[in-house]
T-cell receptor, first 116, second 110 residues
Framework: DTGVSQNPRHKITKRGQNVTFRCDPISEHNRLYWYRQTLGQGPEFLTYFQNEAQLEKSRLLSDRFSAERPKGSFSTLEIQRTEQGDSAMYLC??????????????FGPGTRLLVL | EDQVTQSPEALRLQEGESSSLNCSYTVSGLRGLFWYRQDPGKGPEFLFTLYSAGEEKEKERLKATLTKKESFLHITAPKPEDSATYLCAVQASGTYKYIFGTGTRLKVLA
């Protein structure tokens, strides 16, 4: 499978614990995105990377959230001191940009987080 | 502030009953408008990208159109397998950030 992969697919944790999610993008894609999606809502932008550089971060993202993309390959999203309000689907996507300016974004299957 | 509004929130159609979904946007310069399909428990699946007013794209029973203020996703003679949530997103000029609407939940009845 050459699509975007995310691990784990499901995570249950207790309030106050730290969690880390991993995303492996499509290999030739240079941009990688993280989103959060709750029931009945569209994906909410969290942050994106161009290669290894984190270029934009949502103001909605608290200091408890951090993301990395070492060497411009896979990415991790860490949530520290989880709260029940963090329960959501966390989606990763990667994008191939063309010289024409067109681009296509491909999503992974998501990691569903439940904070008890 | 850049914003995307989709309507209706939910839509029920009989098989073969054509309809349109609306995506209204407010953005400081449009880089692109994107349509996705999302099935329950899965990540969104890319459908179309539109870049300029007047542009149209087609794929099977779906056709997307774009004006300076909104986009429509036309579904012709839908089938039950077209049932899904359809999401619209925009990218503003000067950024590669995507802003999504809340989606339209489509149910097509046999």
């Amino acid at each position: 499978d050459t699509g975007v992969s995310q691990n784990p697919r499901h995570k249950i944790t207790k309030r106050g614990q730290n969690v880390t999610f991993r995303c492996d993008p499509i290999s030739e894609h240079n941009r990688l995105y993280w989103y959060r999606q709750t029931l009945g809502q569209g994906p909410e932008f969290l942050t994106y990377f161009q290669n290894e550089a984190q270029l934009e971060k949502s103001r909605l993202l608290s200091d408890r959230f951090s993301a990395e993309r070492p060497k411009g390959s896979f990415s991790t999203l860490e949530i520290q001191r989880t709260e029940q309000g963090d329960s959501a689907m966390y989606l990763c996507a990667s994008t191939q940009s063309w010289t024409s300016g067109m681009e296509t974004q491909y999503f992974g299957p998501g990691t569903r987080l439940l904070v008890l | 502030e850049d914003q995307v509004t989709q309507s209706p929130e939910a839509l029920r159609l009989q098989e073969g009953e054509s309809s349109s979904l609306n995506c209204s946007y407010t953005v400081s310069g449009l880089r692109g408008l994107f349509w996705y399909r999302q099935d329950p428990g899965k990540g969104p699946e890319f459908l179309f990208t539109l870049y300029s007013a007047g542009e149209e794209k087609e794929k099977e029973r779906l056709k997307a159109t774009l004006t300076k203020k909104e986009s429509f996703l036309h579904i012709t003679a839908p089938k039950p397998e077209d049932s899904a949530t359809y999401l619209c997103a925009v990218q503003a000029s000067g950024t590669y950030k995507y802003i999504f609407g809340t989606g339209t939940r489509l149910k097509v009845l046999a």
